[in-house]
Each structure stands twice: as structure tokens, then as C-alpha cells.
């Protein structure tokens, strides 16, 4: 059923601090480098992949391999350690190969996860490939529900990331977020990931205070905010409603300077984990001049 909307009062403290400003890192050559590039850019969190993004086999780690990665992030200040699944999972498939394949593939990010001892896992949910939200929504709970009755006695947290909306993609507002965690039992260790490019794209307009507010407010309306246990912070490309994803640099897409400021001190985002997945100055991907933006308005000193 649907949670009764209420006010979004603060209940938040101020030591609670502001958003924990981090990025998505390359994990190559090793697991623990994922450690050692979120050190260098001064991350407070990190998010990889745990292999290639685009081939369906599982990521297992050595057990050496592993400890290693578990030992540099105990030296480290990251506090919070994500792995993003692969880009080739659609959990409402109705094609039997793909969507197997899918939830063998989500099976595996969960373990990976354990074994290095990671808080979460963050999936893009897929396409109902034109079968309809409803037809969508029973594939996806029954490969939720298998998903984590395999990986039953873990504490790893199963995120599902909102999408912008283009081709029949599940997820592109909260009340169908809502609807997948409750046909998936409401389990306790569901979750969200909130993409701010990919939700403006999909017509919430986190441009001003009051577009913020009213987004959070359908959180938590839809699906609690108990739920949201990250954000991916980038800008877009894309114009608002325009369901296309396409990240930007931080201030230099359509979202703009000033929200990303109101962004990280938003006192019901406070000491959540942010996650850069912007194309970078370079385009490398995130680095430190979009990291020092963020940590400016965080009040946060640069590392």
C-alpha cells in the first residue's frame, strides 16, 4: 500500500554532516586499486564494477585478493563501499536466456560483495521490452525474491537505481520503485539509489528548493525514505522530462551549480553516500576538480 505522505521536517542533527562525497572507480589490475583511486581523489565512498560491465561472468575473488582490498579500505577514510552490476542485466526480460542470465548476474554481484565485505550493490533494473510495467513487475519480483533468498544471512543491501525513462526501463519514477520492493516483500535489505541526472531527465525538477523538497517528499510518499541509501550525483546533458540519460559535469548541464549545493546540505540526505559518474574535465570519468565542487559546498576541506 502506499505510505501516507507527510512533512519532510528536519530530524537531522548538523553533526550528522552533509552528503560523504565519493565517485565511481576503476577497479582494473587489482580490486584493492578501487581503494587506492578513491584515496587519491579523497573519497568518502566508492562505487566499481566488479569485473567487466559488459561479459555476464561472475566476478569471484581470491581470498588474498579479497583481505587485500578489505585491509586497504580499513586504512583508508572510505566508509562506504558499492558495487555496481553489470550494464547487460534486465531483470524483466521475458526472454528466458537474458533474463537467467540476469539473475545469475545479480547473484554474483551479491557475492562478490560479501567477499569483500562491501555495503551494497547498485542494479539497473531493465526494460519490459514493451510487455507493459505489469508484466515487468512480476519478472522483476520473482528475480528480487531468488536474488536475495540466495544470498540469504548477507548483509549486503540490493539497491535499485531509477532511470530516465527511455525505452520501456522500469523504475523511472518512485511509485514504481515502490511497487517492485513491495512485490518483492518488502524486504529489509531493498533499497534505492537515486540518480539526480537520471530523475530530472524523468520530469522531477531538481533544479529549485521547492523541486527538491517535493522529490524527496515522493520518496518517501512511494517508498520511505529508509529505503534511499545513496545518491548518484550527476548533472544532465539531457533537459528536464526529456527521458534521456546523459551525464554531465557537475554545473555544466541542465540541473546547475546552485541545486547540487542544496543537493549535499540537504538535511535528509545527511552523511548519505554520493557517487560521482560524471564524464570528467577529461573525459575520464569523475575527478578531482567535479570532487572539489561538491566538497566546497559541503564546507568539506579538500584533501
Given at each position: ?25 576503476r577497479a582494473s589490475g587489482g580490486v584493492w586499486k578501487a581503494v587506492e583511486a578513491g584515496v587519491g581523489l579523497g573519497c568518502e565512498a566508492i562505487q566499481f564494477f566488479a569485473g567487466s560491465p559488459r561479459t555476464w ?247
Amino acid at each position: 500500500g502506499k505510505r501516507e505522505r507527510r512533512c519532510l521536517s528536519v530530524h537531522r542533527t548538523a553533526t550528522l554532516l552533509d552528503v560523504r562525497i565519493g565517485a565511481h572507480v576503476r577497479a582494473s589490475g587489482g580490486v584493492w586499486k578501487a581503494v587506492e583511486a578513491g584515496v587519491g581523489l579523497g573519497c568518502e565512498a566508492i562505487q566499481f564494477f566488479a569485473g567487466s560491465p559488459r561479459t555476464w561472468r561472475p566476478t569471484l575473488y581470491s581470498d588474498k585478493d579479497a583481505a587485500r582490498f578489505i585491509a586497504a579500505r580499513a586504512a583508508s577514510g572510505i566508509s562506504f563501499a558499492v558495487i555496481h552490476t553489470i550494464y547487460l542485466i534486465n531483470l524483466a526480460s521475458n526472454r528466458e536466456d537474458l533474463y537467467e542470465n540476469s539473475v545469475h548476474s545479480l547473484v554474483g554481484a551479491l557475492r562478490a560483495a560479501e567477499q569483500l565485505q562491501a555495503d551494497a550493490i547498485v542494479t539497473h533494473i531493465g526494460s519490459h521490452q514493451g510487455a507493459g510495467f505489469s508484466a515487468g513487475l512480476s519478472r522483476v519480483a520473482a528475480a528480487l525474491r531468488r536474488a536475495l533468498a540466495e544470498s540469504e544471512g548477507s548483509s549486503v543491501r540490493l539497491l535499485l537505481e531509477n532511470t530516465a525513462g527511455a525505452g520501456g526501463t522500469m523504475g523511472v519514477n518512485f511509485a514504481e520503485l515502490g511497487a517492485m520492493i513491495e512485490a518483492a516483500d518488502s524486504h529489509p535489505r531493498l533499497g534505492l539509489c537515486v540518480d539526480t541526472a537520471h530523475a530530472f531527465a524523468a520530469g522531477f525538477d531538481l533544479r529549485t528548493a521547492e523541486g527538491l523538497d517535493d522529490t524527496l517528499s515522493r520518496v518517501e510518499a512511494e517508498c520511505g525514505l529508509e529505503r534511499l541509501v545513496m545518491l548518484h550525483l550527476n548533472d544532465s546533458k539531457a533537459p528536464l522530462g526529456s527521458n534521456r540519460d546523459r551525464h554531465e559535469n557537475i554545473g555544466a548541464g541542465e540541473i546547475g551549480l546552485e541545486a547540487f549545493g542544496r543537493i549535499v546540505r540537504h538535511p535528509l540526505l545527511a552523511a548519505m553516500p554520493g557517487i560521482l559518474e560524471v564524464p570528467g574535465l577529461d573525459g575520464k570519468g569523475p575527478d578531482q576538480a567535479n570532487m572539489d565542487v561538491l566538497r566546497k559546498f559541503a564546507g568539506k576541506t579538500q584533501k
